[in-house]
């Protein structure tokens, strides 16, 4: 089982990103999809989710309306685009794939926002 995120870099404020999260060794479409993100010391933080089937998306109120969350179950991958990128949003971000009690992580893939 892998998920391998990227597209994470740098970037100015109000710029924008796409993050990517390639999934394999299981059966992707089966699976519901989230991001998190998290800062050294400090708990993993929920940002968005969407259902195995695309059909439910959710996103904490932080990131509601600047980054979308959207998924190619032909290619195995998620995606979290992120737009008006703001110095807060700098943090690690990890793709998730939850399966009732099954769950997997990625690596992790860094963002930071700074002029």
């Known amino acids: 089982v892998q998920l391998v995120e990227s597209g994470g870099g740098l970037v100015q404020p109000g710029g924008s990103l796409r993050l990517s999260c390639a999934a394999s060794?299981?059966?992707?479409?089966?699976?519901?999809m989230s991001w998190y993100r998290q800062a050294p010391g400090k708990e993993r933080e929920w940002v968005a989710h969407m259902t195995s089937a695309g059909g439910n998306t959710n996103y904490a109120d932080s990131w509601k309306g600047r980054f979308t969350l959207s998924r190619d179950n032909a290619k195995n991958t998620v995606y979290l685009q992120m737009n008006s990128l703001k110095p807060e949003d700098t943090d690690v971000y990890y793709c998730?794939?939850?399966?009732?009690?099954?769950?997997?992580w990625g690596q992790g893939t860094q963002v930071t926002v700074s002029s």
């Open positions: 998730n794939a939850r399966r009732g009690i099954l769950g997997y």
């Open positions: 060794g299981f059966t992707f479409s089966s699976y519901a």
